[in-house]
């Protein structure tokens, strides 16, 4: 009898939020405009990655096509597991631009009701999207085509402090 070889599942988690969870505050515009982004690391990426590609973004917010876009981060090399927390462009990856045209991470901000913010990073076969930094998710989305070999996400949700 052959043996049944299950494939490893591509995950991304993080050590501030279970998935479905909620974001705590200090990672959020509550916290002050220089909200730090949470901790991400993930595991068994496909054989083949080069890079890696982080998106993160607000489908709640429906006035903007395909949601509001906090955090962009591209030609995240092949061999890193993990973003630590207040991760910050340098020698590792290139930031893309948010929703309000700016590099980095924008912290949780819905104005009403609770949002759910989607932390989805993708497997890349190619060491550079070729991107300069400030490019928009729409501009790593058309790069990426024909190179994602996985997708991966985690979510959380967060709702504004009650003042």
Known sequence: MLGVFLAATFTITSAAF????NIPSKFTCDAGQAS????????DAPAGTKSFALVMDDPDVTQVP????HWVVMD???KTMELPEGFQVGSVGVSGSTGMRRPGYMGPCPPTGAHHYHFKLYALDVETLGLVQGASRADVEKAMTEHVLATTETIGLYQKQAK
């Open 66 to 69: 395909g949601g509001f876009v």
């Open 76 to 78: 995240i090399p092949g």
């Open 36 to 43: 730090p982004s949470p901790a991400l690391s993930w595991k």
């Open 18 to 21: 279970t998935d479905g969870g």
